[in-house]
């Protein structure tokens, strides 16, 4: 199947149907599943408290729920190669790899506490990915309002893809989200199969999509 698919359901349950390495890459942005903790207090006193609004959206949903082993499992076995965001926080599913790559945040350097780690399945040297590559404003230009609580700039998808695909590859995602992946693939000329479980983010990411794409095809 050609061209950019979107589709609202179960991923893990749509890999089932998938033959081994169908895709040529995956590249997926599961949840983390983990539970940011601030400090309290202080000295004697101090003491931690989940900030629930990184585990619930705006309206109360939870979205941070950590996907199973089985999921890891299919992943792998229906693409050909993959590339994981987040990967530190799945290493016991994931193989050894020195294909790391770092999302680095502010532009500091590999210091910085809000890089991301990237994990991904090609024997390459570890690769970095700054504010050089299109951010202005580092990792908060999300190029428009945000529709997803993990929404990651397109720009950031553009090198991805630049730096571990080639054109016309078919691209998996399982966790669509704001829909970033696919706005990258329709101006990269790659194929993709995006899977989203949740109906209010399929819609909004499927609406971004189009209006992303509507626009630039004005010029």
């Not at 590339?83 to 290493?91: I, K, P, R, S």
């Not at 294909?99 to 532009?107: I, N, P, Y």
């Not at 399929?202 to 010029?219: G, H, I, M, S, V």
Request: with cysteine; charged share 25%.
């Amino acid at each position: 199947m050609k061209g950019i698919n979107l589709i609202h359901g179960d991923s893990l349950q749509a890999l089932k149907g998938y033959a081994d390495n169908h895709f040529d890459v995956a590249v997926v942005d599961p949840p983390y599943g983990i539970e940011d903790k601030i400090s309290i207090g202080g000295g004697s006193h101090t003491k931690t408290k989940t900030k629930f609004h990184n585990l619930y959206s705006e309206n109360g949903k939870k979205w941070d729920v950590r996907p199973s082993k089985e999921y890891f499992t299919e992943v792998q076995r229906v693409s050909k190669n993959q590339v994981f965001f987040g990967g530190n926080y799945f290493a016991e599913n994931l193989p050894v790899s020195r294909g790391w790559a770092v999302w680095d945040k502010q532009g500091q350097g590999m210091s910085s506490v809000n890089d991301e780690l990237i994990w991904t399945s090609f024997d390459i040297s570890i690769k970095t990915f700054s504010r050089c590559h299109g951010l202005d404003k580092g990792f908060m230009n999300k190029e428009g309002k945000n529709i997803h609580p993990t929404q990651k700039p397109i720009a950031l998808y553009r090198w991805v893809l630049d730096q571990y695909t080639n054109e016309n590859d078919l691209i998996l995602d399982t966790h669509l989200g704001s829909g970033s992946i696919a706005i990258a693939c329709h101006y990269m000329k790659r194929n993709l199969i995006g899977y989203e479980i949740d109906k209010e983010y399929y819609d909004a990411a499927c609406n971004r999509f189009k209006e992303q794409t509507a626009q630039k095809a004005l010029w």
